[in-house]
């Protein structure tokens, strides 16, 4: 469903190329699409010409791909607002350590993406790339439209709860969060720490394969792993039947590939708990790092980031390290029940709901946000006319097994 990303025509070799594809294809989709806080076009080229200029034994592996960045992420000399009024017109004069490993590694970064308020509250103008009637999803949502439309074939994003797997479920594309860690933070607007990931959104797992081996010097590529469980929702919210019935099919594809699939349950004091749990972490994290807005800038605040911080500011510090200790006993015994297995569950409840109706529930992906585990969202089906997609999640460190499964599901491989 979703458009093959902006590429060079064939047998041209110039990044130049690419980049003036990539400003055509904008300024066609834009207007509707809204992806976009900001391009440069004159920066770009220059930008282009300089890779264009490069040796080839120092292209690096992602020589001439055209990467968006979100608004959270400092890239220098571009406006990075965090998706808020109150920093409208915030420069960095420094890269983020994410964006430095991009264009060390040859990207080329095409422009930055919108970012709902702190990444958490108040929504952009952004619209889905397969019904502008549509969200795209949560905070990453600029970089899901953008990757979804065909515009770049990769976009940084960032989960402190559902904000890369949501987007990417409802835009049709890859999403992946990394073990929490796993992806250097330098740079990044800080929300509450212990459950910020980096991550990003891609077309394809080629891609993501690549730009993860980037962010993440660590990581290694494993071969398929011969266990996978089904997840059944574990959360009050109905999943509606087309989601799982992928998540069946999906589940026979890994069974053909000789994985051996069963079925596992989250135990009952994870699923109780874990909203209240990564609630109360996300709330002191936010009344730390954007107490001094709310102090110079309150009104200039959405209601709901302004309850955060106040709910944050009146958490008792027991009450906090509780949390801290669930979430710790939390990762650990998630780690046990998928001990030499990937998991599948849904990645959203449903298709990307109508703009009316918000940017969709945050059951599905939460808990592997706060317990810091290895999550991806794999393009698989659609329903009415739109994507659908289905979760991967891995134990901690275990990134290379979540991108083996991504690729032998991916329809795209």
Not at 6 to 27: C, H, I, K, M, Y
Not at 229 to 254: F, G
Request: contains cysteine; hydrophobic residues 40%.
């Amino acid at each position: 469903m979703t458009r093959a990303a902006v590429q060079p025509a064939p047998g041209a070799t110039r990044v130049s190329d690419n980049a003036e594809a990539f400003l055509a294809e904008a300024a066609r989709r834009e207007p509707t699409l809204r992806a976009f806080t900001s391009i440069d076009a004159e920066r770009l080229r220059r930008e282009a010409v300089a890779l264009d200029e490069l040796p080839v034994q120092e292209r690096g592996p992602l020589f001439g791909s055209l990467i968006a960045v979100k608004e959270v992420f400092d890239v220098a000399g571009y406006v990075c607002g965090w998706g808020s009024p109150i920093h409208a017109n915030r420069i960095p004069d420094k890269d983020a350590a994410v964006v430095e490993a991009l264009r060390a590694a040859g990207a080329l970064i095409a422009g930055i993406t919108v970012s709902t308020e702190y990444a958490m509250a108040a929504t952009g103008p952004t619209t889905n790339p397969h019904d502008p009637l549509r969200t795209p999803g949560a905070s990453s949502q600029g970089s899901g439209a953008a990757v979804g439309a065909g515009l770049v074939p990769a976009a940084l994003g960032s989960q402190t709860i559902g904000s890369i797997v949501r987007p990417a479920a409802y835009c049709g594309i890859v999403g992946f969060k990394p073990t929490w860690g796993l992806i250097d933070d330098r740079g990044a607007m800080p929300l509450s720490q212990p459950i910020d990931h980096p991550g990003f959104v891609a077309t394809d797992p080629d891609i993501a394969e690549r730009i993860l081996g980037v962010l993440a010097p660590r990581y290694t590529p494993s071969a398929l792993p011969k266990k996978a469980v089904i997840l059944r929702p574990w959360y009050e919210e109905a999943t509606a039947e087309h989601i799982t019935d992928q998540i069946n099919i999906a589940a026979e594809k890994l069974r053909q590939s000789g994985v051996e699939v069963t079925e596992a349950s989250i135990p009952d004091g994870i699923a109780d708990f874990e909203a209240e749990v990564l609630d109360t972490i996300l709330s002191v994290g936010m009344a730390k790092n954007i107490g001094d807005d709310y102090d110079t800038a309150s009104d200039r605040m959405s209601p709901r980031i302004r309850d955060y911080v106040i709910r944050g500011r009146n958490c008792s510090s027991a009450e906090y390290d509780r949390a801290l200790a669930c979430q710790h006993s939390y990762a650990r015994m998630l780690d046990d029940l998928l001990h030499g297995a990937v998991a599948l569950a849904p990645a959203t409840v449903d298709i990307a709901p109508l703009l009316s109706d918000g940017t969709g529930s945050r059951a599905p992906q939460r808990l592997w946000t706060l317990a810091g585990l290895p999550a991806a969202s794999v393009p698989f089906g659609s329903h009415a006319g739109m994507p659908i997609g289905i979760q991967v999640i891995g134990p901690r460190q275990r990134d290379a097994d979540v991108m083996a499964a991504v690729r032998t599901l991916c329809p795209a491989t």
